[in-house]
C-alpha cells in the first residue's frame, strides 16, 4: 500500500514525512520539495513521474540516503536517517540501498563479475563466499555466461543488467533505480523491464524507479508524480498511456 | 670476424636512427613554429584551450624551466671556471720553465738561467732592460670568508716590475708593493674570498708578516685569486734557495716573436727549459675542472631533460585525451591530419618557448655570482664566477624546444590519427 | 589484499599516462642517488677511519716539508700509539692524464696507521725487502693492467728529473667500499737515497694513531705546542677534519646538489599532482558510484593515495635499482677525477622514503577532492 498524505501508520517499510529540501542555484534559493509525505511497504514496485526538474532524482537520492533534506524525516525499516551522520549513513547506504542509475554505473576497468563483487568487498564475506552469491546474482539476471568480460564488450542493455545484479548481490532492503531504462532502445528496455518485475513477484524486493517513459512506469504496481513539491497519486495507468504519455 | 660485422651493422642502424631523430626534431621545431603560417588551423584556439587547461600547461611550463634553468646554471659554472683560466694571460707573454715541468710549481729555474734568458731576441724591452719577471709560486692556507676554514691560496712572488710585463693588470686600489719588504699586492676576487685581504691590513702567513698595500683588476683571469709579493721576499720566507725561481715570463716584444724566443732558448745548451705562451699554459691549467664540471653538470641536465620531457608527454597526452572530442569535431570539419598536428606541434613548441625563456630568466641573477673552488690541476683555490652568456640563454632556449617537440610530436601524431568515429563516439 | 585488483585496475586505465610517470618518478630517484653519490664523494673524507688518526702538517704552508727528527718526540707525547709518515710524490706515469695519488711511505708503521688497506703478508714481505718496490691499489693496478712482477717506469717532476722505476710487488684492497684503492705506495729509503741533498730527511706529513680518540684534541694541542716557534710550526688535526677542510675549499657544492635535487623533487611533486589530478577527474562518476554502493569518503582517499603510492614505489625502486648499475659504470668514466664513488645503503633508503612522501603529496590534493565530492553532484545529468 502507498500513501502520499501522511496517514501511513506505522507498518510500513519507508516512511518519509514532510520533507523539504531548497538548493541555491546562480544566486536563487529553488524549493524543489516541499512538505512531501510518502508510505511505501514491503514488496511495492512504485514509479515516479514528473517534468525535468520536478525533483524526482532529488527525492530518490534522499530516500537513499545520498542527500539530506533540509527538513523533515525519513525513516527506512526503523531507522531514522535523516539525522545518521555521513558514516554512520554510508555504512547504512551499503546495508540496505542498491543503486541503478542511468549511466556511469559499472567501473570500465572490472569485470562484470568484479563489479557486482564490489559491494561484497565491504563486508566481511571471504573469497568464496563472495563467488557465490555473485554467481547467483548473475544468474538472476541471465549473464552468466558474461561474467569475465568487460563493459565494453557488453551492450548497453547487458552492463543495466550487470548493473541490477551488483545492486542486488548483498540482498539490500530495497532497490533505488534513476531512469534506469534512459538510454536505452525499446528491446532492451523491455529486458531490463522484466527482470525488475521478477525481481518484486518472484523475490518480493521493493522498487522504487524514477522515470519519464510511460511504457516502462506502466509496469510499477503504482505511479507517483511530482507536482510542485509533493507526490500526488497517478492516473490509473491504462489511462496514462492513451493520453500519449504526457504527465 | 662475424662479431667485428653485428658491430659494424649496429652502429650503423644506430647511426641511421640517431640521423632520423634529429630530422624528426628538427623538422618538427621548424615546422611547429611556423604552424601559424603553415597550417590554416587558427592560433586563436591554441590559446583558448591552453587557457582552459591551465594547470596543466602552468606544470609543462615549470619542468621545462626547471630543467633550462639547471643545464644553464651548470654550463655556466663551467664557463666562468674556464674563462677564468683561459682569460688568464695575454698573448704577448711567453712562460719559460724547466723542461718537463707540467706546472709551475714543481719547476726550477736558477738564476744564472734567467740572465741567459733575458738576453734572448724576441723580448720587449723597457727602460730598466728586458721585460721578464721571475717568479715564485707556493700556497698558503688562508681562511675562507664564507666558511671560515682554511682555503690553499697561491701566492706568487713577482719581480717589482711585473705590472710592464702584464699590461693587463691594474691597481685599482693602494699602491705597489715596495721591492724587498714583506708587503703584498691582492686579486680583487681574492680579497673577496679570503679573509683578512684588505688594504691595510697586516696579516701572518708563510711565517711571515706581511702587510696588504694594494688590491690589482686582473681581467677576471685566475691571478684575480692570487696574492703577489716580491719573489726575493718570498723565497726568503718559504726558505727557498734564494737563486732559483719556478719561472720566468717574459713580454714579448710583438705577438710574433714567440717562435724567435722559443727556437732560440730550446736550442740552447746552456738551458733545460721549455716556452709556453702564458694562455695556452693557463688554457691548460683547465682542463681537469672543466672536465668535471661539465661532465658531471651535462649529466644532471640530460638526466633532468628526460624527466621534463615525461612531463611534457605527460601533459600534452592528457591534453590529446580531454580534447579527443574536439580533435575528432575539427577533422569531421574538415581540418586535415597535417593541420591538427601542425596545431599540437606549436601549442608544445609554445609551452616549451615558455618555459625555455623563465627558466633562463631565472638563473641570470647567478651571473657574475663568485664561488670558489680547489683546481686539482693547480692545487690552489680558484675563485671565479658564473658566466651566463647570450649563446648560453639560445643553448637553453633550443634545449626547451627539443624537449617541446619530444613531449608534443607523438601525442600529436596520436592525436591526427585516431579515427574520428571513436573519437566521436567517446562522450 | 582484496582491494588491490580495484587499485591495480585503476591505473592500467591508461597504460601510456602510468608509463610516464613511472618513468618521471625513475628519472626522479636516479637523478637523487646520482646527487647523493656526488655529494658523498667530495664529504668522503670526513668519514674515513678518522676519529683515532691525527694528520700533521707544516703550519705554514702545506707543501712544505717537516723535519723527519719531529718523530720521535712526537712519540713521546702521551696519548700517540704509533705514528708514520707519507711524501706527495707526484710523478707522472706516461701521460699527465693518467694521474693517480703517489706516496712514498714508511713500511714499518704504515699498515699498522692504515689497518682498512689490506695488503697480503707474503707480498709486503717482498715489498719491503726490495727497495725499488712499490704497492698499488687495486683500482689504479685495474685501470692500467698492471700485474704483480710488472716494472713500472714514473717521470719524476718534483724531486728531479728523469723516469724512475719500480717493481710492483704487491696489490691493496681497501676493507670497506668507500676506501681509496687508487694510491701508489713506494719506499722511503729508495725515495732519500735518489732526491737532492736539501730535501732528505723531510717528511711531506705525518699521520698518527691515538691510543683513544678521546685525546684527539689534547695530544693535537700538545704536538703544535711542541713546535710552536721553531723553523716549522705544525697544525695538527684530526683526519676528518683534515679531510672536511678540503671539502670545504669547493664553494658550495653541497648548496648546489640540494638546490638541484629541489628542483627535481619540486617538478616531480607538480607533475604527478598533475597528472593524479587529471586521472581523478576523470573517474569522478565512477567513484560516484563507490560511495553511492557504500564505500565510505576515507575509502576513496585510500584508493587515490594507493594509486599514487603503488606509481611512486615502482618509479623510485626502478631509478633506485637503475642507479646501483649505472654508478660503477659512471664512477669509471669520471676515471681519477673524482675519489671513489659508491651508492651507500642509506641512500638507497632515503630514497624510497621521498619517494614515498612525493606520493603521498601528489595524490593527497586529488584524493581529498574524491573525498569531499558529493554523490549527487557527481552524477548529476547534465
Known sequence: MVKVDGNGGQSGLIHARDLDKTYRRGGEEIDVLQGLNLDVEAGEFVAFMGPSGSGKSTLLNLLGGLDVPTRGSITVAGDEITHMSGGKLTEWRARHVGFIFQMYNLIPVLTAFQNVELPLLLTKLSKAERRSHVETALGVVGLSDRMHHFPRQLSGGQEQRVTIARAIVSDPTFLLCDEPTGDLDRKSADDVMAIIEELVAKYHKTVLMVTHDPVVAARASSILHLEKGVLVEGKHTSQVTLAGGAA | ?427 | ?382
Open chain 3, 1 to 382: 589484499m582484496k582491494f588491490a585488483r580495484i587499485i591495480l585496475a585503476n591505473l592500467m586505465r591508461k597504460k601510456v599516462r602510468l608509463l610516464l610517470t613511472i618513468g618521471s618518478f625513475a628519472v626522479a630517484l636516479f637523478l637523487f642517488a646520482f646527487l647523493s653519490v656526488v655529494n658523498d664523494a667530495f664529504q668522503r673524507g670526513a668519514d674515513v677511519a678518522g676519529a683515532d688518526r691525527l694528520v700533521i702538517i707544516n703550519r705554514t704552508s702545506i707543501i712544505n716539508p717537516i723535519p723527519l727528527s719531529y718523530r720521535d718526540k712526537i712519540l713521546r707525547i702521551p696519548g700517540v700509539k704509533i705514528i708514520t709518515h707519507n711524501n706527495w710524490f707526484g710523478a707522472i706515469y706516461k701521460d699527465e692524464k693518467n694521474f693517480f695519488p703517489q706516496f712514498v711511505i714508511d713500511p714499518e708503521n704504515q699498515r699498522q696507521v692504515f689497518p682498512e688497506l689490506i695488503v697480503p703478508d707474503d707480498q709486503w714481505n717482498t715489498f719491503v725487502k726490495d727497495r725499488q718496490g712499490a704497492i698499488v691499489g687495486a683500482r689504479t693496478a685495474e685501470r692500467f693492467g698492471w700485474k704483480i712482477g710488472d716494472r713500472v717506469p714514473l717521470m719524476v717532476t718534483i724531486w728531479g728529473t728523469g723516469n724512475w722505476e719500480f717493481n710492483i710487488d704487491g696489490i691493496y684492497h681497501g676493507k670497506r667500499p668507500q676506501d681509496d684503492e687508487t694510491q701508489f705506495w713506494l719506499q722511503w729509503d729508495y725515495f732519500q737515497e735518489h732526491v737532492p741533498a736539501g730535501i732528505k730527511g723531510q717528511v711531506g706529513w705525518y699521520v698518527l694513531r691515538l691510543d683513544s680518540p678521546d685525546d684527539a684534541v689534547r695530544v693535537s694541542k700538545a704536538i703544535d705546542a711542541e713546535f710552536a716557534n721553531s723553523p716549522n710550526e705544525t697544525k695538527t688535526e684530526t683526519e676528518s677534519a683534515f679531510a672536511a677542510g678540503w671539502v670545504k675549499q669547493f664553494g658550495n657544492i653541497k648548496f648546489l646538489i640540494i638546490t638541484i635535487g629541489t628542483v627535481v623533487f619540486l617538478t616531480l611533486l607538480l607533475v604527478t599532482g598533475n597528472t593524479m589530478a587529471i586521472s581523478v577527474r576523470e573517474r569522478t562518476p565512477e567513484l560516484a558510484i563507490f560511495k553511492a554502493i557504500g564505500y565510505s569518503d576515507r575509502a576513496v582517499l585510500f584508493f587515490v593515495l594507493a594509486e599514487s603510492l603503488v606509481i611512486a614505489l615502482i618509479g623510485g625502486v626502478l631509478g633506485l635499482l637503475f642507479s646501483v648499475g649505472a654508478v660503477p659504470v659512471l664512477a669509471k668514466g669520471l676515471n681519477g677525477l673524482l675519489p671513489t664513488l659508491v651508492l651507500s645503503p642509506s641512500t638507497l633508503v632515503l630514497g624510497v622514503i621521498l619517494a614515498i612522501v612525493v606520493g603521498l603529496i601528489s595524490g593527497m590534493l586529488p584524493g581529498l577532492t574524491a573525498m569531499h565530492m558529493r554523490v549527487v553532484n557527481a552524477l548529476r545529468r547534465v
Open chain 2, 1 to 427: 670476424m662475424l662479431p667485428k660485422l653485428f658491430f659494424g651493422f649496429l652502429i650503423t642502424v644506430v647511426a641511421i636512427f640517431a640521423l632520423l631523430l634529429i630530422l624528426v626534431v628538427v623538422g618538427g621545431i621548424v615546422a611547429g613554429l611556423l604552424a601559424p603560417f603553415l597550417g590554416n588551423v587558427p592560433v586563436s584556439y591554441n590559446f583558448r584551450s591552453i587557457r582552459a587547461r591551465w594547470t596543466s600547461t602552468i606544470v609543462a611550463i615549470l619542468g621545462i624551466a626547471g630543467t633550462v634553468g639547471v643545464f644553464v646554471a651548470m654550463l655556466s659554472l663551467a664557463r666562468g671556471f674556464k674563462a677564468t683560466l683561459v682569460a688568464s694571460g695575454s698573448p704577448d707573454n711567453a712562460l719559460v720553465m724547466r723542461a718537463g715541468s707540467p706546472t709551475e710549481m714543481m719547476g726550477g729555474v736558477t738564476l744564472d738561467s734567467i740572465k741567459v734568458i733575458q738576453d734572448a731576441p724576441g723580448i720587449a724591452r723597457g727602460p730598466n732592460g728586458p721585460l721578464v719577471t721571475q717568479e715564485v709560486v707556493g700556497v698558503v692556507p688562508i681562511p675562507l670568508i664564507s666558511t671560515g676554514t682554511d682555503a690553499i691560496v697561491q701566492i706568487r712572488g713577482v719581480s717589482p716590475n711585473v705590472l710592464e710585463i702584464r699590461k693587463f693588470v691594474k691597481i685599482e686600489q693602494g699602491r705597489m708593493f715596495n721591492a724587498g719588504v714583506s708587503e703584498i699586492l691582492v686579486g680583487k676576487n681574492a680579497s673577496k674570498t679570503y679573509s683578512g685581504l684588505t688594504v691595510g691590513n697586516k696579516i701572518d702567513m708563510a711565517g711571515g708578516h706581511w702587510e696588504v698595500v694594494g688590491v690589482f683588476d686582473a681581467g677576471g683571469s685566475s691571478f684575480d685569486s692570487e696574492i703577489w709579493c716580491d719573489s726575493h721576499v718570498l723565497n726568503d720566507i718559504l726558505k727557498r734557495p734564494s737563486n732559483i725561481f719556478q719561472s720566468v715570463t717574459v713580454h714579448l716584444a710583438s705577438t710574433d716573436s714567440f717562435k724567435t724566443l722559443k727556437d732560440s732558448l730550446t736550442s740552447d745548451p746552456r738551458l733545460n727549459v721549455d716556452v709556453i705562451r702564458e694562455v695556452d699554459y693557463y688554457a691548460k691549467q683547465s682542463t681537469t675542472m672543466t672536465t668535471l664540471i661539465t661532465w658531471l653538470g651535462g649529466f644532471v641536465a640530460a638526466i633532468m631533460a628526460i624527466g621534463a620531457v615525461f612531463g611534457a608527454l605527460n601533459t600534452m597526452y592528457s591534453a590529446v585525451s580531454e580534447r579527443g572530442r574536439e580533435i575528432a569535431t575539427m577533422r569531421a570539419v574538415g581540418f586535415s591530419t597535417w593541420n591538427v598536428i601542425l596545431s599540437f606541434l606549436f601549442e608544445a613548441l609554445l609551452i616549451s618557448i615558455v618555459g625555455g625563456v623563465i627558466g633562463c630568466l631565472a638563473v641570470l641573477p647567478l651571473n657574475g655570482l663568485t664561488t670558489n673552488t680547489l683546481n686539482f690541476q693547480t692545487f690552489s683555490n680558484l675563485a671565479f664566477a658564473f658566466k651566463i652568456t647570450f649563446d648560453l640563454l639560445l643553448m637553453g632556449v633550443a634545449f626547451a624546444l627539443v624537449m617541446g617537440v619530444l613531449g608534443g610530436l607523438l601525442p600529436a601524431i596520436r592525436a591526427a590519427i585516431r579515427p574520428v568515429a571513436v573519437a566521436l563516439r567517446e562522450l
